[in-house]
């Protein structure tokens, strides 16, 4: 049985707890590997190796990081295949969908190859008479990323590109059920030329979690996954002093106005619903149809599942692959079994006929759902896709706008006037026009709002820049020491 240990400072290392978890294999439903699961004190060593590695690093010169950048820009790139095919073994997902979530990945590591000018200050010249002011950006120290298992090779990239650009040490815990993309990265971060130290992964659970928020030379604690982890994270890092960015959970809309494209809103409907198993946090997981529409939209994507092929990664040609675990495949279809009992009507029933082996699940299709049902108001995370009815447009915002999360949206619509009032009244992070998964672009910046983000800033692009680094504003004055007197008043610019 493969036995996955931690990669600390340059090198795989095997875990000293005696503990391990179970990586699945999702296709099949069997064990592939075990995984070495960090005690605190491990975790303490690992910090104290990032630690040990910051002084150097920090002082690295802008061109110097950015070149690292650069190979590992290169080394990504010709590692896609790769990067991909483990991702699909740990996680499920089929291989094109696990090339996009590398080729997302990698837009961040380019965003981070331009650091000498996303590092750049303001200067203010003669500020006041022979001083001058200027600010800095500088980096933070040891910072600390905590991953999901749905995007294992995506969400680290998010995070230590610009962590590491900026002049941070990193300490990664990524996901335990599928840990392998972060240990193949780490290994391209040394190819690259970044100095043994700087890029650490600590493997573990929730004790390995504790004490990073706990460890007082981590300075600062970026998080993705679900609300009340979200929250946890928070407030007990920001407890403990440190800077957090904590991403959580979500339940996003899709408003589908009457004078939409019904074909076009169709097609996304399936593409955003069942996509990766539906195992996103930016998938959509409710379509508000208006009235008029609603049955003619429904119909149009019941037509379109059964042509989704499920089966495993290995198969070629498969669309969309199983779920994490067997656990969780139980715990999404329970959602699918309880729909009719809470008054639904379930239209598909995913539960028939997914392949034999391995965690599993067709596409389920769920219309009349209304808040206050299990499947309108909990984050299932998989594929199922709910139909909510409004009367236009009017209810359908004030739906989005009541719900508890606020991470991703989107509105399918030809009148731009709609579209416009939309974006401007939507209380929502991201928002889609005509675009069904509206992740931004890596130099902007992810994240939700309300219950979805816990944190002053979003994740990767310029936030993320202002994330890993703190300013410092230094006033100067080279005056002729002959002209220097004793002044005890109060500082003047004028």
């Known amino acids: 049985m493969n036995s996955i240990g931690h990669w600390v400072n340059g090198q795989v290392v095997s875990g000293t707890s005696g503990r391990s978890g179970v990586i699945w294999n999702p296709a099949t439903g069997e064990q592939a590997a075990a995984v070495d699961l960090a005690t605190a004190a491990e975790v303490d060593d690992v910090v104290a190796v990032a630690k040990a590695a910051f002084p150097a690093w920090r002082s690295t010169n802008l061109s110097r990081r950015a070149e690292v950048m650069f190979h590992l820009r290169e080394l990504i790139d010709a590692n896609r295949k790769e990067i991909a095919s483990l991702v699909s073994a740990e996680h499920g997902k089929v291989l094109g969908d696990a090339l996009g979530e590398v080729a997302r990945g990698l837009e961040n590591v380019e965003f981070a190859c331009g650091i000498p000018n996303l590092l750049k200050g303001g200067y203010s010249e003669q500020a006041s008479t022979g001083i001058d002011v200027y600010s800095i950006k500088q980096p933070l120290g040891v910072v600390a990323g905590i991953t999901p298992f749905n995007f294992p090779s995506m969400v680290p990239m998010w995070m230590f590109a610009n962590a590491l650009a900026c002049g941070?040490?990193?300490?990664?815990?990524?996901?335990?059920k599928d840990p392998s993309a972060s240990m193949f990265l780490a290994e391209l971060l040394k190819q690259a030329g970044l100095p043994d130290g700087c890029f650490n992964v600590v493997n573990g659970d929730k004790e390995a979690v504790d004490a990073l928020l706990a460890n007082p030379d981590v300075q600062a604690v970026s998080f993705v996954g679900s609300t009340p982890i979200a929250r946890y994270i928070y407030e007990t890092g920001t407890k403990n002093g440190k800077r957090v960015q904590a991403l959580g959970g979500a339940k996003n809309h899709m408003l589908v106005l009457p004078d939409a494209d019904l074909d076009m809103a169709a097609d996304a409907?399936?593409?955003?619903?069942?996509?990766?198993?539906?195992e996103r946090c930016?998938?959509?997981?409710?379509?508000?149809?208006?009235?008029?529409?609603?049955?003619?939209?429904?119909?149009?994507?019941k037509d379109r599942i059964p042509s989704i092929k499920v089966g495993p990664a290995s198969e070629e040609g498969n669309e969309m692959g199983p779920l994490i675990t067997g656990e969780h495949r139980d715990k999404v279809a329970g959602y699918v079994a309880g729909a009719e009992g809470e008054g639904a009507t379930l239209v598909?029933?995913?539960?028939?006929?997914?392949?034999?082996?391995?965690?599993?699940?067709?596409?389920?299709?769920i219309d009349n759902a209304k808040p206050g049902m299990k499947v309108y108001d909990d984050e299932i995370f998989g594929p199922v896709l709910s139909v909510t009815r409004v009367a236009g447009y009017a209810e359908g915002l004030a739906l989005i706008n009541d719900n508890p999360f606020g991470n991703g949206t989107?509105?399918?619509?030809?009148?731009?006037?709609a579209a416009r009032q939309f974006q401007f009244d939507v209380q929502v992070g991201m928002v889609g026009v005509n675009v069904p998964i509206p992740v931004p672009v890596s130099y902007y910046s992810f994240g939700g709002w309300k219950a979805s983000l816990f944190g002053d800033t979003h994740m990767y692009g310029p936030d993320g820049v202002n994330f890993y680094t703190r300013s410092k504003v230094v006033t100067s004055r080279w005056p002729d020491p002959s002209t220097s007197t004793i002044d005890l008043g109060f500082p003047q610019s004028r």
């Open 282 to 301: 930016m998938a959509i997981s409710v379509v508000l149809a208006a009235d008029s529409i609603a049955d003619e939209l429904v119909g149009k994507i």
């Open 269 to 278: 409907c399936v593409s955003a619903g069942y996509g990766s198993a539906g």
């Open 348 to 365: 598909v029933d995913g539960r028939r006929g997914p392949p034999e082996h391995g965690f599993f699940l067709n596409p389920s299709l």
């Open 168 to 176: 941070n040490t990193f300490v990664l815990k990524p996901s335990e």
């Open 410 to 417: 989107a509105i399918f619509t030809r009148d731009g006037g």
